[in-house]
């Protein structure tokens, strides 16, 4: 099996524990007020497995793969979108602010990349 059906397959099974710790955290804890709140908490933590792709991205560079800044820029964007979704309730302002910083990470992030 190739490097990437590896870490595809691998993308699949924390993808599944993302959505059962998501499940799981809404009972017992009480985290969320809208048992709907649990997609936004699946899109954050998946964004979050896509950073830590991104690192592993970085590692192992492969020919025509989406490059490691790529999969970081789509990972902090949808950390960012989660946490607004889930933030929208408290106000649409930090909404936005969580967006902007986000946008604002990613911006510093591209100019200070080194080619």
Do not use: D, E, H, T
């Given at each position: 099996?190739?490097?990437?059906?590896?870490?595809?397959?691998?993308?699949?099974?924390?993808?599944?524990?993302?959505?059962?710790?998501?499940?799981?955290?809404?009972?017992?804890?009480?985290?969320?007020t809208d048992w709907l709140l649990i997609v936004p908490l699946i899109v954050a933590l998946a964004g979050c497995w896509l950073m830590v792709l991104a690192g592993l991205r970085a590692a192992r560079p492969q020919q025509y793969e989406r490059g490691a800044f790529s999969t970081l820029s789509w990972g902090?964007?949808?950390?960012?979108?989660?946490?607004a979704w889930?933030?929208?309730?408290?106000?649409?302002?930090?909404?936005?602010?969580?967006?902007?910083i986000a946008l604002a990470f990613i911006a510093?992030?591209?100019a200070l990349k080194l080619k």
């Open positions: 099996m190739s490097n990437s059906g590896k870490r595809g397959l691998l993308s699949i099974g924390v993808f599944l524990l993302i959505m059962v710790a998501s499940i799981l955290l809404y009972q017992p804890l009480q985290l969320f902090v964007l949808f950390v960012a979108v989660g946490g889930f933030l929208y309730g408290y106000g649409w302002f930090y909404s936005l602010a969580m967006v902007l510093i992030a591209a």
